[in-house]
């Protein structure tokens, strides 16, 4: 009979795949230039992009949040500084106000559209099954 420290191990190298392999929170303040996700999440990771402006009272109080909120569930949080609305990272993601969230799976691809708060966020990632 195995032990449970080998049962477990078992059941943890079968979901693996789909679990995110770690919280991170990382910062992108550039100018507001293009991104790539690529450069910002690692391959076969699913994250948040959360867009702000240093300025916008909002913004940096969801940013402060969000700071802390990826540890909560394990996934990698990236924080944009897109310095004001007319900058190219700004159009690249087609915000229209902000802050501004949006949610990428594990392909890169974007799920559901622009969050604006953190509950809207973690039921997208719920109904997303990212959480």
């Not at 995110?20 to 910002?40: K, Y």
């Not at 994250?47 to 540890?71: C, D, R």
């Not at 229209?96 to 039921?123: C, K, N, W, Y």
């Amino acid at each position: 009979m195995k032990s449970i420290p080998a049962l477990l191990v078992a059941a943890l190298w079968l979901i693996a795949p789909t679990l995110p392999l770690h919280a991170e929170t990382t910062e992108v303040s550039d100018g507001g230039q293009v991104i790539q996700l690529r450069d910002v999440l690692n391959h076969g990771e699913a994250g948040i992009l959360v867009f702000y402006a240093p300025w916008h009272t909002e913004s940096v109080s969801l940013k402060e949040e969000m700071e802390s909120w990826a540890n909560q569930y394990n996934l990698t949080v990236v924080l944009v500084d897109v310095v004001d609305e007319r900058t190219q990272v700004y159009q690249q993601f087609d915000l229209d106000r902000l802050p501004a969230m949006l949610i990428f799976d594990t392909s890169h691809d974007q799920v559901g559209g622009q969050l604006d708060s953190v509950s809207e966020l973690e039921d997208a990632l719920r109904d997303a099954g990212l959480i």
